[in-house]
């Protein structure tokens, strides 16, 4: 500090200017509570993606020992139906897994396609009904699920063609007739079929059990209602589960949209739901058939939780299953013919 004025006369005191002006301390405090929530924020969108992501694209598989019972094949033998084990090599070289159950040489053909965490024996029942029907009919394990190869559920991405990769297998080296088969689905396995039928405008009939409308959609329903998460704090990190999914299972969650595309669906479709389904909401079928533009058919089954309205009322399920695709398919092999 420094004093100037003359002798006798009080000083003038001066204080040296500051060397820099700098932010309030409030300020610079809260930047730094600021940077530090948003380095914690985002270190646990890092942590949580990938244990939900897991869940989403390698979910823990249920019902495997079913696969080696021989208590449950010769069940199947003494019903009259032979189970021929048959491995089909998809597009990319996966190995799908699965069991033929041929009927007459001229029978329509039905794939069935399970849901996820699941394999092919818990679609039997309908797969069994149907073959006692007189159709022929290949259940398969989906990639990544019972014992077929695979990494990662992708819900739709490869697995749609992985079932194009079947049917022209069928066609090849089992004879099934282009012009009579059909598909059948509950949960992710109706999603696919939805989508193969969309790519495939000369499949002849799709059976959609308790489909997804969108997987992002299904997945932030599921997300919000395991984490009880409000939606401001699920939705950063439902996007940064989705997109550790993506990068680990090398596809788009995004695109996997049966909604989408539903208008683009040529064949008759038939939608089943139950109202005490849990997991996926009756409006996922509600929607969809709101945007299908071709021949459909919705049961909402009173009572029914997900992918169970087979269980729910056995007989009436196989009645309409059966039904349907004993009209369709007939349909479509004398449209065929003409």
Same mark, same amino acid.
């Given at each position: 500090?420094?004093?100037?004025?003359?002798?006798?006369?009080?000083?003038?005191?001066?204080?040296?200017?500051?060397?820099?002006?700098?932010?309030?301390?409030?300020? $610079?405090?809260?930047?730094?509570?600021?940077?530090?929530?948003?380095?914690?924020?985002?270190?646990?969108?890092?942590?949580?993606?990938? &244990?939900?992501?897991?869940?989403?694209? #390698?979910?823990?598989?249920?019902?495997?020992?079913?696969?080696?019972? %021989?208590?449950?094949? =010769?069940?199947?033998?003494?019903? +009259?139906?032979?189970? !021929? *084990?048959?491995?089909?090599?998809?597009?990319? +070289?996966?190995?799908?897994?699965?069991?033929?159950?041929?009927?007459?040489?001229?029978? &329509?053909?039905?794939?069935?396609?399970?849901?996820?965490?699941?394999?092919?024996?818990?679609?039997?029942?309908?797969?069994?009904?149907?073959?006692?029907?007189?159709?022929?009919?290949?259940?398969?394990?989906?990639? @990544?699920?019972?014992?077929?190869?695979?990494?990662?559920?992708?819900?739709?991405?490869? !697995?749609?063609?992985?079932? !194009?990769?079947?049917? =022209?297998?069928?066609?090849?080296?089992?004879?099934?007739?282009?012009?009579?088969?059909?598909? @059948?689905?509950?949960?992710? +396995?109706?999603?696919?079929?939805?989508?193969?039928?969309?790519?495939? &405008?000369?499949?002849?009939?799709?059976?959609? *059990?308790? /489909?997804?409308?969108?997987?992002? #959609?299904?997945?932030?329903?599921?997300?919000?209602?395991?984490?009880?998460? &409000?939606? /401001?704090?699920?939705?950063?990190?439902?996007?940064?589960?989705?997109?550790?999914?993506?990068? %680990?299972?090398?596809?788009?969650?995004?695109?996997?949209?049966?909604?989408?595309?539903?208008?683009?669906?040529?064949? /008759?479709?038939?939608?089943?739901?139950?109202?005490?389904? #849990?997991?996926?909401?009756?409006?996922?079928?509600?929607?969809?058939?709101?945007?299908?533009?071709?021949?459909?058919?919705?049961?909402?089954?009173?009572?029914?939780?997900?992918? $169970?309205?087979? $269980?729910?009322?056995?007989?009436?399920?196989?009645?309409?299953?059966?039904?349907?695709?004993?009209?369709?398919?007939? *349909?479509?092999?004398? #449209?065929?013919?003409?």
């Amino acid at each position: 500090m420094t004093e100037l004025g003359a002798k006798g006369s009080t000083p003038i005191r001066l204080s040296a200017a500051p060397a820099a002006v700098g932010a309030p301390r409030w300020l $610079r405090r809260a930047g730094l509570v600021a940077l530090g929530t948003v380095g914690s924020l985002t270190f646990l969108l890092g942590v949580a993606s990938i &244990p939900l992501s897991g869940l989403l694209i #390698r979910p823990r598989l249920k019902r495997m020992a079913q696969l080696k019972s %021989r208590h449950l094949r =010769e069940l199947i033998h003494k019903l +009259g139906i032979e189970l !021929e *084990d048959v491995v089909i090599a998809s597009f990319d +070289g996966t190995r799908l897994c699965g069991w033929w159950m041929k009927a007459a040489e001229t029978a &329509p053909t039905i794939v069935v396609l399970h849901g996820v965490k699941k394999n092919r024996t818990d679609v039997l029942r309908a797969a069994l009904g149907l073959r006692q029907a007189g159709f022929s009919v290949l259940v398969l394990d989906g990639r @990544a699920h019972g014992s077929s190869e695979g990494r990662y559920v992708t819900y739709g991405f490869y !697995e749609t063609r992985d079932v !194009e990769s079947s049917l =022209e297998w069928l066609i090849r080296e089992k004879g099934a007739r282009r012009e009579a088969i059909g598909l @059948a689905g509950e949960s992710m +396995g109706a999603a696919i079929a939805l989508q193969v039928a969309a790519r495939n &405008p000369w499949i002849s009939a799709v059976w959609a *059990d308790s /489909p997804f409308a969108s997987l992002e #959609r299904v997945t932030s329903e599921f997300l919000r209602r395991v984490t009880h998460m &409000p939606g /401001p704090v699920l939705s950063p990190v439902l996007w940064s589960a989705i997109q550790v999914a993506n990068y %680990r299972g090398k596809f788009d969650v995004r695109t996997v949209n049966p909604l989408s595309l539903a208008g683009e669906i040529k064949c /008759p479709v038939h939608l089943v739901h139950g109202t005490a389904d #849990r997991l996926i909401a009756t409006a996922h079928s509600e929607n969809i058939f709101n945007a299908l533009a071709c021949q459909k058919e919705l049961w909402i089954v009173e009572g029914a939780s997900h992918a $169970r309205a087979i $269980r729910y009322d056995k007989r009436e399920y196989l009645r309409r299953i059966t039904q349907f695709f004993q009209s369709k398919l007939s *349909d479509s092999q004398e #449209r065929t013919l003409l």
